[in-house]
């Protein structure tokens, strides 16, 4: 009773008071200016965000530059490399940054259904393979040539691992062929499948922390590199064709050519946005130092991209020509 | 069920009450006899990147989907339409509290309308306690510098709750009336609540495109059924006394419902509400992965650079969602039931005009002020908060991991590795052959006949090697969880005042995006089976442990107090008196508990359980492996229904 009494009277007291003393500024009164100072032609900018640092770090810089230097309204989409190329289909998507191989969509979307087309290299260099800890590199030297592997073998047990080496796999969006690889090259280890890049990655800092023997499957460009340099593998050397057929694979990762895909319309579209797709272009050490930005030093996107392309005009200024 | 077993054996009942355990243990005995003979043989592996005709099928069915999404007409009428329509009301809600909308830099209500609103509102349906919790939860996502991000969950949630309850108490009113219609029902409500989301997220965006539409139908596929299933419940519950007075006065059909059934179930419906509340916030981080605005990215982005702290942060501000909307309509739902009297009466209708009309200059003044549009600050406390998170779990992890790692060594060596061995390399016709001899003894021959025709579609999806492991992980984990949930449980129900200070725990166990705490789980035991027990029973335990602390509670004061007389001590009173008469809640604790773990199949794949968990992680990540990936979803199903219809019929004998 009297306590609703007094919520009655606290509203009213409130409303008192917010009719004598209100003020300040309002809505609308400036900055609106700014915000809508778009160049007209470039218009909206459909840009997926797959989920990994490293392509965040792309679309950070290609997104500013395309709002900074082209005006365009830049609509970034977090999406999973799949569900992002069906939206070039469906108009939802205009543009992928970083693919990796992906023979299957390039079939599926560029040569089936026609719906994008390839956009060039981005000069990243992906590469794959098996990697170890630093620390396990520098007190056992020879574990970087597959040959000592074995010898190896029972120190990477693991509860997981059924009596075997464990040879941790990662998340299942990238390529791998490390089940055929052990069977092939006849390793007594098994392969556990991690699941994420997350439970890869911790895994790898847990093991450098504690010195624990670890190996696994791991990748570059990737900014968890700069916090612990991980040690790649030697895996029998890659020669075009060796992976022809997926279970008989004996031989290491070819170097992936990092490219980016558009949408057919897009392409056709004339947007100035499209033209700074086709031209951006950039090293592994770029992606790194922007990636390092956003996941070590904690930048937010907007400002790790800023604080590149400041320092990198010439390279934005060749992305605009 | 019961009843029909009742009359075909009135005799029998009494032998099988005696043998039934030894049924079990025969059944046991023979398992390991004939896995010693035939182990190894016929258990049906297959190899991760492997696939069958079944799942090759189920492929072709997906692309064909896409090459056909513009030319269809389904697509152009029918599933189009749906889109608009729903994509229309998000941009509405958007508008409102989350997005810039119509030239403004900033939504048309802005920070202190929203808080004033809610304040108002939860009020006006629950009380004044409510209120200001919901006044200060509100106040802290500003606070936490997640102002946006929140409204954008919010926004998504009152849509998706929307649309979820339109749908949901007309089709639970006519489940409520309809028997036959109940039973149509019940398996699709299964089927869409133990199907993962993984499974479907990718055909989704395909039909509905990306964006809010999506995240909105993916929400109401998961927090649907709880609407339906609780209203149709309440339709039920309605005494049929109140039913026959009403036929003798002679109502009509559509009468009875809207003046009799609907009024009378209100407060019931009312927790279906906060039901379908709690499912659609348990979406958010996996709505994020189709490009759901809110809460759910933060949590996702933070992941990428292992970022506990914002993670943390942004997980605390659902949370909290949770909890004040949870408790604002379990007060609403009280309010039902209680009438005032007279005098409150005549002041509550001034008071709410007064306060509506406050509210209302609040919203103005938020529309049209930058400082009430705005919130001001820049949410140090979140960053406060995500420090501290990232200092505790660093501590934890460098303090705890010896302890952890051996933990989780005993337990999987001890527990885990003999279970899944015993499973996995069983032929599977032996392993099916116990499963259906158990369902049938445990939960009668209708059990039997379910846990057969389960077992046969396990074997058809190719999967039921994978099937194996994943099931001995889930009963470890249930095991777990039924510990858990039997000790603090206990300890809840026999004493208010820890029920008081653990409550608040076990709400925010529950809906904690499961991302949130995974990092720290990693860290402590590595990318294994057992971190996914681990999170499964972190999950699931709350539900198992608020079942048995209701169920403790429940036990008649005079038996306990018969018993303490005739001198019994704390101990027997436990396990003589308060477990066995709360044998129900045991029961039920146990189904729950099962299904809650297997909900985390899923999120176990991704920290390291593999099998059905991976297989499904792995098709929503790769177009070759997208129908491996359904058939393990089904799999998944699958389990679920066999082991809650032979814990159910279980249940259901006991009390008998």
């Known amino acids: ?321 | 069920m019961a009843a029909v077993a009742d009359a075909t054996a009135p005799a029998a009942t009494i032998r099988e009450k005696i043998s039934r355990p030894m049924v079990v243990a025969a059944i046991l005995v023979v398992w390991l006899v004939l896995f010693a003979a035939f182990r190894g043989r016929q258990t049906l592996t297959l190899a991760a990147a492997d696939l069958t005709g079944l799942h090759r099928r189920l492929n072709d069915v997906n692309d064909s989907i896409g090459a056909n999404r513009n030319s269809n007409p389904v697509f152009l009428y029918f599933f189009n339409e749906i889109r608009l329509a729903i994509d229309n009301l998000v941009t509405f809600v958007q508008s409102v509290i989350s997005q810039p909308a119509g030239g403004r830099p900033v939504p048309q209500i802005g920070w202190l309308g929203v808080v004033g609103l809610t304040g108002y509102v939860s009020w006006a349906v629950g009380n004044w306690r409510v209120a200001l919790l919901a006044v200060a939860g509100f106040t802290f996502f500003g606070l936490q510098g997640l102002w946006q991000e929140s409204m954008d969950t919010l926004a998504l949630t009152l849509s998706a709750v929307l649309v979820a309850l339109l749908i949901g108490i007309p089709l639970g009113v006519w489940a409520g009336l309809s028997d036959r219609f109940n039973r149509v029902m019940t398996p699709f409500l299964d089927f869409m609540q133990t199907m993962p989301t993984f499974v479907y997220l990718a055909p989704l965006t395909l039909i509905f495109l990306i964006g809010g539409a999506s995240a909105v139908i993916t929400t109401v596929i998961y927090a649907a059924p709880p609407a339906i299933r609780i209203t149709a419940h309440a339709i039920r519950s309605v005494p049929e006394t109140t039913v026959e007075a009403a036929d003798s006065l002679g109502t009509t059909r559509t009468q009875q419902l809207v003046k009799v059934l609907l009024p009378m179930s209100k407060r019931t419906v009312v927790m279906g509400v906060n039901q379908t509340i709690m499912a659609a916030l348990a979406m958010v981080t996996i709505a994020a992965l189709i490009d759901a605005p809110g809460l759910g990215k933060t949590v996702v982005q933070a992941l990428q650079s292992l970022d506990v702290g914002t993670a943390f942060n942004a997980g605390l501000a659902i949370v909290v969602m949770a909890i004040v909307l949870d408790r604002v309509t379990t007060a609403a739902a009280a309010r039902t039931e209680t009438r005032r009297d007279g005098r409150f009466l005549k002041w509550r209708r001034p008071l709410l005009g007064a306060g509506g009309v406050a509210a209302l200059v609040l919203v103005y003044l938020s529309h049209t002020y930058v400082w009430a549009a705005e919130f001001p600050g820049d949410g140090t406390a979140g960053s406060h908060i995500a420090s501290a998170a990232d200092t505790a779990t660093t501590w934890l992890q460098d303090h705890l991991s010896g302890l952890t790692n051996a933990l989780r060594d005993v337990l999987t060596n001890g527990l885990l590795n003999p279970f899944q061995t015993l499973l996995t390399d069983s032929p599977w016709w032996l392993v099916g052959a116990v499963l259906v001899g158990l369902g049938a003894v445990l939960g009668g021959w209708r059990a039997g006949v379910t846990a057969a025709v389960c077992v046969g579609l396990l074997v058809a999806t190719g999967l039921w090697s994978d099937s194996m492991t994943t099931l001995a992980s889930t009963a470890v984990a249930t095991a777990l969880v039924m510990l858990v949930g039997v000790v603090f449980g206990v300890w809840m129900g026999r004493s208010t005042l820890v029920d008081r200070l653990i409550r608040p725990t076990l709400d925010a166990a529950q809906v904690m995006p499961p991302f949130v705490y995974l990092v720290p789980f990693l860290a402590l035991f590595g990318a294994t089976r057992f971190t996914a027990i681990v999170a499964a029973v972190v999950y699931a335990a709350p539900v198992a442990v608020k079942i048995i602390a209701d169920g403790v509670r429940n036990v008649s004061a005079p038996t306990v107090e018969a018993a303490t007389s005739a001198g019994c001590n704390t101990w027997q009173i436990i396990t003589k008196v308060q477990l066995p008469m709360a044998r129900g809640a045991l029961t039920l604790a146990t189904n729950q508990g099962l299904i809650y773990v297997l909900s985390m199949v899923v999120v176990g794949g991704l920290v390291g359980a593999g099998a059905l968990g991976y297989d499904v992680v792995a098709g929503f990540s790769q177009g070759e492996l997208y129908g491996k990936g359904l058939a393990a979803g089904l799999a998944i199903v699958l389990l679920g229904v066999m082991f809650d219809r032979i814990t159910q019929a279980a249940a259901r004998r006991t009390r008998a």
Not at chain 1, 255 to 277: E, Q, R
Request: hydrophobic fraction near 40%; include cysteine; aromatic fraction near 10%.
């Open chain 1, 1 to 321: 009773m009297a306590q609703h009494w007094r919520a009655g009277a606290a509203g009213l007291a409130v409303l008192g008071l917010t009719l004598t003393a209100c003020g300040g500024a309002k809505v609308g009164d400036s900055g609106s200016a700014g915000s809508t100072s778009s160049g007209g032609k470039c218009g909206t900018f459909n840009l997926a965000v797959n989920p990994w640092v490293g392509y965040e770090a792309d679309a950070a810089v290609v997104a500013y530059v395309a709002q900074h230097d082209l005006g365009c309204t830049v609509d970034k989409k977090d999406l999973k490399e799949e569900i992002a190329w069906q939206g070039f289909g469906t108009g939802e998507v205009d543009a992928v940054l970083e693919n990796w191989g992906h023979d299957d969509l390039k079939k599926k979307y560029i040569t089936g259904q026609k719906t994008a087309v390839e956009a060039g290299s981005t000069g990243n260099k992906g590469i794959i393979g098996w990697y170890v800890p630093p620390w396990l590199a520098k007190a056992h030297p020879d574990i970087t040539n597959w040959q000592n592997l074995d010898k190896y073998a029972a120190r990477f047990k693991t509860s997981e691992s059924g009596g075997k080496g464990q040879l941790l796999d990662g998340d299942p969006s990238y390529v791998t062929n490390d089940a055929a690889l052990v069977k092939n090259l006849k390793l007594d280890f098994k392969v556990v499948y991690a699941g994420s890049e997350t439970a890869l990655i911790q895994a790898f800092r847990t093991a450098e922390k504690n010195k624990q023997w670890l190996i696994g499957y791991f990748y570059e460009p990737q900014w968890f590199l700069s916090e612990v340099p991980l040690v790649k593998v030697d895996l029998p050397k890659y020669t075009t064709g060796c992976d022809a057929d997926a279970a008989k694979v004996a031989c290491d990762y070819p170097v992936y050519d990092l490219d980016k895909i558009v949408s057919a319309n897009f392409a056709k579209s004339g947007s100035p946005a499209y033209d700074l797709v086709k031209n951006f272009h950039w090293t592994n050490d770029d992606q790194n130092t922007v990636a390092k930005y956003i996941a070590v030093d904690k930048l937010s996107d907007d400002a790790a991209a800023k604080k590149w392309v400041d320092a990198n005009p010439d390279k934005v200024k060749a992305w605009l020509k």
